[in-house]
T-cell receptor, first 114, second 115 residues
Framework: EPEVTQTPSHQVTQMGQEVILRCVPI?????FYWYRQILGQKVEFLVS????????KSEIFDDQFSVERPDGSNFTLKIRSTKLEDSAMYFC????????????FGQGTRLTVV | AQSVAQPEDQVNVAEGNPLTVKCTYS??????LFWYVQYPNRGLQFLLK??????LVKGSYGFEAEFNKSQTSFHLKKPSALVSDSALYFC?????????????FGTGTRLTVIP
């Protein structure tokens, strides 16, 4: 069964450093997303991406964040200068269509900023 | 604005008994509703969705959910719980009216099935 894969599973970084979280969405999907889950809190939407551009973003997704689909398979989330409060589980997701179609989630990358 | 409420942080049920995990939602238009399950150290797995049509939807692993528009609820149910159902369950909504594609999640309900 096709699945969304994310690497690494766990990343530790120092405050102020840049991190790139990587995702390989399901191959025929067209819509890509990043969500995050701070420990003990709800899953929050960060950004959605379609046709090589951001289609929606939340208030959380400020100038420190960027997304890219550098080739036909990868989808990345970059945090330019990490803060302690960026520590969270980051989930990548993809869907074939929008709105009435379920999103499939990866297993997540746990980011720890120290 | 969209929101989802899962009023119970924790639900305990004996193996073999029916289970219910509650969810209520608030949207400006009509909702698309989803249930996801999260096992330890795993991502979110899709269980089922309500888009339109029959209010009772069936999903994976014997789960079902009933859409109730008047009560703005979408409770998850299973007739007979298994120990392996123990996990964290999330309800999520998309608002058709806004056209936004992002999911709004509830805070999650931890289900523990007691052998």
């Amino acid at each position: 069964e096709p699945e969304v894969t994310q690497t690494p599973s766990h990343q530790v970084t120092q405050m102020g450093q840049e991190v790139i979280l990587r995702c390989v969405p399901i191959s025929n999907h067209l819509y890509f997303y990043w969500y995050r889950q701070i420990l003990g809190q709800k899953v929050e939407f960060l950004v959605s991406f379609y046709n090589n551009e951001i289609s929606e973003k939340s208030e959380i997704f400020d100038d420190q964040f960027s997304v890219e689909r550098p080739d036909g398979s990868n989808f990345t989330l970059k945090i330019r200068s990490t803060k302690l409060e960026d520590s969270a589980m980051y989930f990548c997701a993809s869907s074939l269509r929008q709105l009435n179609t379920e999103a499939f989630f990866g297993q997540g990358t746990r980011l720890t900023v120290v | 604005a969209q929101s989802v409420a899962q009023p119970e942080d924790q639900v305990n049920v004996a193996e073999g008994n029916p289970l219910t995990v509650k969810c209520t939602y608030s949207v400006s238009g009509n909702p698309y509703l989803f249930w996801y399950v999260q096992y330890p150290n795993r991502g979110l797995q899709f269980l089922l969705k309500y888009i339109t049509g029959d209010n009772l939807v069936k999903g994976s692993y014997g789960f079902e959910a009933e859409f109730n528009k008047s009560q703005t609820s979408f409770h998850l149910k299973k007739p007979s719980a298994l120990v392996s159902d123990s996990a964290l369950y999330f309800c999520a909504v998309r608002d058709i009216k806004t056209g936004a594609n992002n999911l709004f999640f509830g805070t999650g309900t931890r289900l523990t099935v007691i052998p």
